[in-house]
């Protein structure tokens, strides 16, 4: 059970040669999700050697084009890569329209499928499982209709006490897979030998819930309680909130009160506006509220092992 996240991208708006927009490449439980998809991802992509075959699912919070201007390349590379893949891509109603259409006019039709799935409900919604990893879309409040997303890892396979196993001559090897899916077992005079003696809990499964452009909205909380990370927008500090909340951002403070209110374990800080030419204030307005606060910046990976509880993996790639 791990979480990796490399962050592609992390400023609003336009972009500028230190500063990318919005884009996060996910691997969680060995699944792999681009989330967002700013101008210039499949550059950050190639830049910090992610290989494009990895994406399968990509999850567009909304229309703005600081979120999504690149996928249209992003497409446009996996044909003349000669993909053969499926690519399922989650936004709002209309996501499908916008791409079609570009790629119609500009005769680029690809060679894979290419798999839309529309969200516009008002409420959270399950939009992806398999059997390691289920998403969920954690309704927020923009100018247009935005989602954030929640990752979760699901519980995985009870691990065998082979020492306990030992004591128990009658257990044999066929029955360890029903020992790892919590079955109890069953002696041959008919004893219950209960499971919790046979095997170890699992691993904690771990949770990423990703908070692209929003105002302040305390309602989510209860969908993003307890997450191991949280990635909430900062656009502006203190000094601007009357100007976050007319343009339906979210200052640094707000969403150190988000991940204090939710009880998350690390909160990421990002989309900040060129306002700003000291973003180590971000970081210490959020922490006025809020102990474990991270700056995204382009390069970072953000790594969570379950295997090493309470451990934190940062690093930063040139």
Known sequence: MSISLTILGCHSATPRTFAHPTSQFLEINNRHFLID??????????????KFSAIGHVFISHLHGD?????????????LLKRTKDLHIYGPKGIQEIINLQLKLSKSWVSYELIFHELESEN????????NVEVHTIPLNHRIYTNGFLFKEKIGERKLNIEAIKENPEIEICDYQNLRNGKDFTTEKGGIIKNKTLTFNPHKSLSYGYC????????IVPIIKNVDLLYHESTFLNDKKELAKITKHATAEEAGNIANEANVGQLILGHY???YNDLDLFKQEAETVFNNVILAKEGKIIKIDSKVPDELVIAHQN
């Open 273 to 275: 506006s060129s306002r």
């Open 124 to 131: 959270s919604e399950l939009i992806f499982e398999d059997a």
């Open 67 to 79: 979120h999504f201007f690149g996928l249209i390349g992003l497409i446009s590379t996996f044909g």
């Open 37 to 50: 998809c700013g101008e210039g991802t499949q550059v950050q992509l190639r830049k910090y050697k992610i």
């Open 212 to 219: 692209s452009d929003t105002t302040y909205k305390p309602d």
